[in-house]
C-alpha cells in the first residue's frame, strides 16, 4: 500500500495520491461513509476517498471512488483543495472536491471495503464538525461551509 | 521517526500523537512556521506544530512547541480539534489548540529545524486558505475563522 525510502537522513512514506468528495445530493445532504480504519482501529465517518490508480488524473479518480462507494455519479465538479495530509513523514497528497447535481445510481465498494453511506443535512453539519475525527473530511466540510 | 506494524493484514505506520497551535499575538496575527519537510520535498508554510515527548501531554507537548518554535508564550488555551491525519495508514492523532493572550519571548527551535516564523492579520487568512497545503493548518484556520 505503500513504501518508505530514506531521504536527507529522514524516512518518508511514499504513498499515491488521494481523493476526496464533499458530495451533495439532490436533497442537499452530503455523503459520508463509516468503515473500519486500520490506523484509526475503529470505524470512522469520513468523505468518500480513494487513492489514485495508476495513470489515473485526480479528478477522474474523484468521480469513480464516489460512484463505486456511494452510487452517486454525474454532476458538476469543483476542486476545493489540495493539501499534504502529513508532510512531515509522507508524501501524500489529497485533494478534495466538491460534486453537486448528483444522480442517484448502484454503489459497488471493492470486496474488502466495510462500509456503510450515510447522509446528513445541512442542519447537522455544524454538528459533524464536533464528532469528525479526520483531517480531510473536516476541510473538506469546513471549506464547503464558506462556501 | 516511526514504525511499520501488520496489523489485520493491513500495513500501518505507528507515530507518536501530535499537536498543532493556532496562534494569535497580542496584534491579532496567527503566527505560522515555513521549513522544509520531507513529504513535500520543498518548504511549506504551516501552524506550528510537533510530536509529544514521551509521558508529556497533548497541552504541554503544544506549549512547549509553540515557545521553541516562536517564542510566544503563556496566554489562553483552548482545543479547537482532535483527528487523524491519515486514518487508512497511520495512527497518527493529531490535536489542535488556539492559543490567544500570547506573550513575545526568545523562540529556541531545534538544532535540526530551519524555521522561519510569519505573522498574518486577519485580513489575510482567507487569501492564507488559499495559499496553504498542509492539512492541519487548513483545519486549523478554518476552525479559527468559524469562532
Redesign the interface.
Known amino acids: ?2 513504501d ?1 525510502v530514506r ?2 537522513g ?4 511514499v ?1 499515491a495520491p ?1 481523493v476526496a468528495i464533499v458530495a451533495i445530493d439532490g436533497e442537499g445532504r452530503v455523503a459520508l461513509v463509516r468503515q473500519p ?5 475503529r470505524d ?1 465517518l ?1 468523505l468518500p ?1 480513494g487513492i489514485l490508480d495508476a495513470g489515473e488524473e485526480p479528478l477522474g479518480a474523484a468521480q469513480r471512488e464516489l460512484c463505486e462507494e456511494t452510487g452517486l455519479r454525474g454532476g458538476d465538479w469543483r476542486l476545493l ?12 497528497l ?1 485533494h478534495v472536491y466538491l460534486a453537486t447535481g448528483l444522480e442517484e445510481g448502484d454503489a459497488a465498494p471493492d470486496e474488502d471495503e466495510q462500509l456503510t453511506v450515510e447522509r446528513y443535512g445541512p442542519n447537522e453539519l455544524p454538528r459533524l ?1 464536533e464528532i ?5 473530511t ?2 473538506g466540510l ?2 464547503y ?2 462556501l
Chains 1, 2 share one sequence.
Do not use: N, Q, W, Y
Open positions: 500500500m505503500f518508505v531521504e536527507d529522514k524516512d518518508v512514506v504513498h488521494a480504519r486500520a490506523g484509526a482501529r470512522l469520513e476517498a483543495a489540495s493539501f499534504f495530509t502529513t508532510p512531515g513523514f509522507s508524501d501524500e489529497m464538525l469528525v475525527e479526520d483531517a480531510k473536516l476541510v469546513l471549506l461551509l464558506r
